[in-house]
C-alpha cells in the first residue's frame, strides 16, 4: 500500500539539521523534501529560523536492517529562498549546485482529494535523539480546515511525532503529494508547562495536520520555478 | 536621505503589488492600507512576517526542539536597526546609497531587503514585506520623527 509511497518520495525526504559553525557540528530540526530538480526543498516554517545555518543530510533508502543511529553524515547546506510562516512553509535551496531527480506529476491540489482518501507521509521523528531512521506512516484524511492564522489544512487520523514536521503528506490513490506536514492537536494547547522527562504533558493526540501543498507551490512560483 | 515622494503622495496598493512577493502582500496590505497603523501594528505584521512571532492555535508544531545555544532573536528588531543606519545615520554601509541622492520608495524597500538578506545569507525576498512596511512606517512617521524615536540610548 505504502510501497509506491517509499518508491517515489522517501529517498527525497531528507533530516534537516541546524548547523552549528563554531563547533563544527549539527542538530537535527525536522524533515524536508526535494520539491525541484535544480535543488530545492519544501519544509514547515516553523521549523526554521531565518537566522540559522541549515543544512539536509540524505539517508539512503534501504531494504536491509539498519541502525537507529548513523555514526557520521554527509551534510549539505542549504540556504531560505522563500519563508511563508502564516502559511507555515519555506522553500530551500541546496547551496552546491546541483540537479537532482524527482517523480514527473508529483504535486497533487485539495480538489481532487476527498475525505476519507488514504494518505501516507513520510519524516523522521526523534531525530534529535539519534533516531535516524526513515519513519513512513498512512493516515486518513479526516477533515479540511482553516488554522489560526488562515492557512487551508488536512486534518489526519494520526499522531506525528516531533522531527516529522516538513517532510510529505502523499494521497495514496493518486501517488502526488499534497501537503507539508505541520503538527499534531495539542488538548492542552500549544505551549506546554509542563515536561516530564524533556517531553511536554498534554500535547498527545492522534489527530495531526498538514498544511495544503499549494502554499509550497506559490513560493516555489515566487522564486522562479516551473512547478 | 530623500524620498522621491511624501507619505500621502504614495500609491501603496501599487507599491505592495510591485515589490512584494504574493505571499507576504495579505500581511502587508492589511497594515498599510489602514488609514490610522501604527508603530505597533507594523512591529507584529512584521514580526509575523518574519517568524519571530507565530501564531497562538491548539496545533503543536511538530518540528524537533531546537536544540542547545538557540539565541531568541528579533529579526525584525534588527531589520529597523538597518533602517537606522539607513536613514539616519552617515555610516559607511549604505554611503552609496545616500551619495546617489534621492531614492524611490521601491529602491529603499530593496535596499533594505537585500541587506537583511545578506546579513543571513537568506534570499532579500524573505524580507521584501517586512522591509515594506518599515519604509512605509518612517514615511508616515517623517524621516526626523523616526530618527529622534529610534535614536540608541
Known amino acids: 500500500m505504502l510501497q509506491q509511497l517509499i518508491s517515489s518520495y522517501a529517498a527525497g525526504t531528507v533530516i534537516l539539521v541546524k548547523l552549528e559553525e563554531a563547533t563544527r557540528t549539527f542538530h537535527p530540526i525536522g524533515s524536508a523534501f526535494v520539491c525541484h530538480g535544480k535543488g530545492y526543498l519544501l519544509t514547515a516554517a516553523h521549523i526554521v529560523k531565518l537566522d540559522m545555518k541549515l543544512g539536509i543530510i540524505v539517508q539512503q533508502v534501504t531494504t536491509d536492517f539498519q541502525p ?36 514527473d506529476g508529483m504535486f497533487g491540489n485539495d480538489a481532487e482529494t476527498a475525505l476519507g482518501e488514504l494518505c501516507g507521509y513520510v519524516g523522521f521523528p526523534f531525530a534529535d535523539r539519534g533516531l535516524h531512521v526513515r519513519h513512513v506512516a498512512s493516515a486518513n484524511l479526516s477533515a479540511k480546515v482553516i488554522s489560526a492564522s488562515g492557512a487551508r489544512q488536512y486534518q489526519l ?62 513560493l516555489m512560483m515566487e522564486a522562479g520555478l516551473e512547478v | 536621505m530623500k524620498f522621491d515622494l511624501t507619505f500621502d503622495q504614495i500609491d501603496i496598493p501599487s507599491v505592495i503589488n510591485d515589490v512584494v512577493p504574493q505571499s507576504q502582500r495579505k500581511a502587508v496590505a492589511a497594515v498599510l492600507t489602514s488609514d490610522s497603523f501604527t508603530e505597533a501594528d507594523v512591529d507584529a505584521a512584521g514580526m509575523r512576517l518574519l517568524g519571530d512571532m507565530p501564531s497562538a492555535s491548539f496545533i503543536l508544531p511538530t518540528g524537533a526542539p531546537l536544540g542547545p545555544g538557540l539565541k531568541k532573536g528579533n529579526l525584525f528588531a534588527h531589520l529597523k536597526a538597518e533602517a537606522y543606519d539607513l536613514f539616519c545615520t552617515n555610516s559607511d554601509v549604505y554611503a552609496s546609497e545616500r551619495k546617489d541622492g534621492t531614492q524611490t520608495v521601491k529602491n529603499l524597500i530593496t535596499i533594505l531587503a537585500t541587506a537583511a538578506g545578506g546579513t543571513y545569507s537568506v534570499s532579500a525576498a524573505v524580507f521584501t514585506g517586512a522591509a515594506t512596511l518599515v519604509v512605509m512606517l518612517v514615511l508616515k512617521m517623517g524621516l526626523n520623527a523616526y530618527c529622534k524615536a529610534h535614536a540608541p540610548e
Do not use: W
Not at chain 1, 75 to 86: E, K, L, R
Open chain 1, 68 to 103: 537507529f543511529t548513523i555514526p557520521e553524515a554527509q551534510v549539505f547546506s542549504v540556504s531560505i529562498a522563500g519563508f511563508d510562516a502564516a502559511n507555515d512553509v519555506a522553500l530551500l535551496k541546496i547551496e552546491e549546485p546541483m540537479t537532482v531527480g524527482v517523480p
Open chain 1, 157 to 218: 487520523d494520526s499522531m506525528i511525532h516531533e522531527g516529522c514536521s516538513g517532510g510529505p503528506l502523499v494521497n495514496i490513490r493518486t501517488g502526488r503529494i499534497i501537503g507539508v506536514m505541520a503538527g499534531r492537536y495539542a488538548p492542552s494547547g500549544a505551549s506546554p508547562s509542563v515536561f516530564i522527562g524533556g517531553r511536554p504533558v498534554g500535547t498527545d493526540s492522534a489527530i495531526s495536520y498538514a498544511t495544503c501543498i499549494e502554499y509550497g507551490l506559490a
